[in-house]
């Protein structure tokens, strides 16, 4: 892992939606949506449902509409647990 | 000859069919375990890592108050009793319902109230002493993430109203396919713990908010991945139980054919000797 990069996992209760290393993400958070980057400090947050935008390691983008959920992140493992997430249209742009 | 060997056939028979249905529950039962087992492998990664959560919230949560955290005086107990909706499938309620006896026999003087879900284990405490509180039938071995998060939501519910002061679940574990064994979980109350920090959090919006929306879902996390265990266990037990009456009734067949042969021998020899007689008489 470079140190741009952080590893992240997406998980509802019916599977691993995502695992792997990216660069950037963007989170609907409870108060109000943030972005992670790699290094980000140790962080829990709620998160509303909304939409999730990831930079992977190639410098593409990927958007998942994702339900209520949470985000914990320590030593650049960040881990997003939700209900629901269905991918939306990812390499558009919007 | 104690049965004639039309009667030995007849039994033969119906031996016969009997192992051919006990063979094809044991093989749709070994199917179905294949699908549990792996929709259950497929949710431990969500089950594990709101654990994960989980105790980094309690290693920053001195000083907060949650009903979770409060430690009352427990009155009403209440236990779930996971059991199955459909029968044949061996030890697995019987485990199960013995266990909760011995949970019932030592709860002493506090109050007891049966969740029950699965049909064989209503069927069993209906009619005994216990009252019960909610009673889940319909699950059918298919656990749905969001039912069960709604089972969760009512049992949380009664014990912020204080109708339950403790909730207990008592489920099957599934070591493997042959080996399951019951256990019992307090689910509700957590403990905190006294240590210090570990790692300095952000909390968004705030910790009291992340507590009271994380706690909920944490139980309901732990309840569905109960669920699917017991269900695994459930099909793996069934799966184990068919085999060994398919094994049986080809034993009985076996054991049968011999007897029906032996009665076949005997009337031949018997038809023989009544010839050979008949005709040393003429002779004579």
């Known amino acids: ?94 | 000859m104690a049965e004639t060997l039309r009667e030995l056939k007849s039994r033969i028979r119906s031996a016969k069919k009997t192992q051919q249905i006990t063979k094809t529950m044991q093989m749709v039962a070994a199917s179905r375990l294949k699908k549990s087992e792996s929709v259950f492998k497929k949710s431990q990664p969500y089950h594990e890592k709101m654990e994960l959560i989980l105790s980094h919230l309690m290693e920053s949560s001195q000083g907060i108050s949650h009903p979770f955290f409060d430690s009352r005086e427990v009155k009403t107990v209440g236990l779930v009793i996971v059991t199955s909706d459909r029968g044949l499938c061996g030890g697995y309620n019987a485990n199960i319902i013995a266990r909760a006896e011995a949970f019932l026999k030592d709860a002493g003087s506090r109050n007891i109230q049966l969740i029950l879900i699965g049909k064989k284990g209503y069927d069993y405490f209906k009619t005994r002493e216990w009252p019960i509180l909610y009673k889940y039938l319909d699950l059918a071995g298919k656990p749905d993430y969001q039912r069960i998060s709604d089972i969760t939501q009512e049992l949380i519910e009664a014990y912020l109203s204080r109708t339950l002061d403790e909730v207990n679940v008592l489920y099957t574990n599934f070591v493997s396919a042959l080996t399951n064994k019951p256990v019992l979980k307090k689910f509700l109350n957590l403990q905190q713990e006294k240590e210090g920090l570990k790692s300095d959090f952000i909390f968004e919006p705030d910790l009291e908010g992340i507590i009271d929306a994380f706690l909920g879902r944490q139980i309901a996390s732990r309840m569905y991945s109960a669920l699917l265990e017991s269900f695994t266990a459930e099909n793996a037990s069934r799966m184990v139980a068919m085999k060994s009456a398919t094994d049986s009734a080809k034993e009985m067949i076996d054991r049968l054919t011999l007897k029906g042969n032996k009665a076949r021998q005997a009337a031949i020899t018997k038809e023989i000797l009544e010839i050979v007689t008949a005709g040393e008489a003429m002779k004579a």
Request: glycine share 10%; net charge negative; hydrophobic share 40%.
């Open chain 1, 1 to 94: 892992m470079s140190e741009h990069t952080f590893h992240l996992t997406v998980v509802t209760p019916e599977q691993i939606f995502f695992e792997g290393d990216i660069r950037s993400m963007i989170v609907p958070g409870g108060a109000g949506s943030f972005g992670v980057l790699a290094n980000h400090a140790p962080i829990i947050s709620t998160l509303l449902s909304g939409r999730l935008v990831l930079t992977t390691v190639e410098g593409k983008k990927r958007t998942l509409k994702i339900g209520p959920g949470f985000l914990d992140g320590l030593n650049n493992e960040v881990t997003l647990v939700t209900e629901t997430v269905t991918p939306m249209d990812s390499e558009q742009s919007d």
